[in-house]
Every structure is written in C-alpha cells, then in structure tokens.
C-alpha cells in the first residue's frame, strides 16, 4: 500500500472506475450473447429487441472509452448482419 495519502486515494478511486468498467464490459458481452441466443432460436420479434438492447450497450461502452470506436461499429455491424439472416 501507498504511503502517501493522494496515492491512497488514486489507489481507491482506480479500483473504483476498474469494477464499474468490469460491470459495463460485463453487461455489453452479456447482451450480445443473449441476443446471439435470441438469434439462433429463430425468433424474429425477440432478436430484433435483443438486437436493440444490445446495440445500445456497445454505443453505450464505446461512448464511455470502454472498447474503441472503430470496434463498436464493427461490432454494431456484425450484430446487423445476423439480425438480417434471422429474416430468411
């Protein structure tokens, strides 16, 4: 441990934003693979409510710093592209 007290404090407040980043990044997978579920049922209606909930997260993490956003339009993208195979 630190032995100064700003040092202390950046320690805290680091481990603070780390587990709220974990969380987010947490949530972000979580949506993608629900949705990835909802894709392979079949289900047209329930894909496409996945598909907003978890676009939404990714716009949410790149917003936030959390993945780059070069990889959130692909991402964004590649959930598109199944969302539309579900439809035939």
Excluded: C, P, Y
Excluded at 18 to 34: C, D, P, V
């Amino acid at each position: 441990m630190a032995n100064i007290k700003s040092s202390e404090k950046r320690i805290i407040l680091s481990r603070k934003a780390a587990a709220r980043n974990k969380a987010a990044r947490s949530l972000m997978k979580t949506n993608i693979k629900k949705f990835d579920a909802a894709a392979q049922s079949g289900d047209q209606a329930a894909a496409e409510s996945a598909h907003r909930l978890a676009v939404k997260t990714v716009d949410r993490a790149a917003t936030n710093g959390l993945i780059h956003k070069n990889k959130a339009a692909r991402r964004k993208s590649a959930l598109a592209k199944q969302l539309n195979a579900v439809g035939q």
